[in-house]
């Protein structure tokens, strides 16, 4: 009896260990279970995370396209615009030059019609008949 007694209890001491690792493995596996969980929900805030700043990723690439776009309109007007004020500027000489010789050439026909106009109220002059050659 006293054997069956010591085998009981070895067994019921057997029995609490036992009981007690399994405790202590279940409290693992919970404690593992509880991090998995957490693991999981901070990849899934990741994911989230990395989703946003893909979208924001991509609104800042179109806006940047939409910018460089504009950039190159903006440097095409802007040749354009060079090339019509040199044109201008090249008309602007040449009918300035247009308006020199035209001035010149008027001076010129001013001076030669001032000539003429002297010469003929001098010829008028000759031809007058002088008051002492009037008949009465």
């Keep these: 009896m006293k ?52 979208t924001a990723k991509g609104q800042l690439c179109s806006q940047i396209l939409d910018k460089q776009r504009k950039v190159t309109s903006l440097e095409s007007d802007c040749r354009t615009l060079t090339q019509t004020l ?5 008309e602007r000489v040449s009918l300035s030059a247009k308006l020199v010789e035209k001035s010149i050439y008027y001076a010129k026909v001013a001076e030669d019609i001032d000539v003429k106009l002297q ?13 002492d050659t009037v008949s009465v």
């Design 3 to 54: 054997t069956l007694r010591s085998q009981m209890n070895d067994v019921e001491d057997q029995a609490a260990k036992i009981l007690v690792e399994e405790q202590m493995q279940i409290t693992t596996i919970q404690s593992l279970e509880s991090d998995l969980t957490s693991a999981k929900s901070e990849i899934q805030k990741l994911k989230e995370e990395t989703e946003q700043m893909m």
């Design 86 to 90: 040199e044109l201008v500027h090249q």
């Design 119 to 131: 010469q003929l109220q001098g010829w008028l002059n000759r031809r007058k008949p002088s008051p």
